[in-house]
């Protein structure tokens, strides 16, 4: 049964970058796709972006090209980072994995809450 | 963007009883909707895909339907662990989007 496990640090200055890595076990990456996304605290989910099994990766355009994400397959880990972050980026990050062709996130890491602040 | 909008935003019941949840999306996604369990502290759970698809390992007595713009949630007799709060996502189009949030209290 597939795992994920979010990891980095949980707080962040304004204006830096947060990075944050996503360690898949108990599974292959291919076939998959897998996404990031976001839930501040006491509110809903937000979708930040995704990457495909080949390396193909698409973004929310509310982050307006401040999100990139990438992986390892050698590691099998999903890496995002996010630039110039404020206080509105202080957040549970969660790290999901997606189905085709429904893409429904059918496991989900247990998140990993960064706080952005000085 | 596809705005999705659930209703009602909280609803209270009791055990045993039947909850109907519903989210509208702002225009046509087929099936491609999806709808997760979320309790406190927790990471959200996937329930239902492709609008009336069970997930394995997920009680019967939650089901899914709709197609187009909109769309049902349903558990039928309410049990303890069904209080928590409730998501439905749009996998038609990117980015993807959530309603919400409905809490069943």
């Known amino acids: 049964q597939v795992q994920l496990q979010e990891s980095g640090p949980g707080l962040v200055k304004p204006s830096e970058t947060l990075s944050l890595t996503c360690t898949v076990s108990?599974?292959?990456?291919?076939?998959?796709?897998w996404s990031w996304i976001r839930q501040p605290p006491g509110k809903g989910l937000e979708w930040i972006g995704y990457?495909?099994?080949?390396?193909?990766?698409d973004y929310n355009p509310s982050l307006k090209g401040r999100v990139t994400i990438s992986v390892d397959m050698s590691k099998t880990q999903i890496s995002l980072k996010l630039t110039s972050v404020t206080a509105a980026d202080t957040a549970v990050y969660y790290c999901?994995?997606?189905?085709?062709?429904?893409?429904?996130?059918?496991?989900w890491g247990p998140g990993t809450l960064v706080t952005v602040s000085s | 963007d596809i705005q999705m909008t659930q209703s009602p935003s909280s609803l209270s019941a009791s055990v045993g009883d039947r909850v109907t949840i519903t989210c509208r999306a702002s225009?046509?996604?087929?099936?491609?909707l999806n709808w997760y369990q979320q309790r406190p502290g927790k990471a959200p759970k996937l329930l239902i895909f492709?609008?009336?698809s069970l997930q394995s390992g997920v009680p019967s007595r939650f089901s899914g339907g709709g197609s187009g713009t909109d769309f049902t949630l349903t558990i039928s007799d309410l049990q303890p662990e069904d209080f928590a709060a409730y998501y439905c996502?749009?996998?038609?189009?990117?980015?993807?989007?959530f309603g919400q949030g409905t809490k069943v209290e």
């Open positions: 999901t994995r997606d189905s085709p062709p429904n893409m429904a996130s059918d496991s």
């Open positions: 108990g599974g292959s990456l291919s076939s998959y796709y």
């Open positions: 990457l495909d099994y080949s390396g193909n990766s």
């Open positions: 225009q046509r996604i087929s099936y491609y």
């Open positions: 492709a609008a009336s």
């Open positions: 996502q749009q996998s038609h189009s990117l980015p993807r989007t």
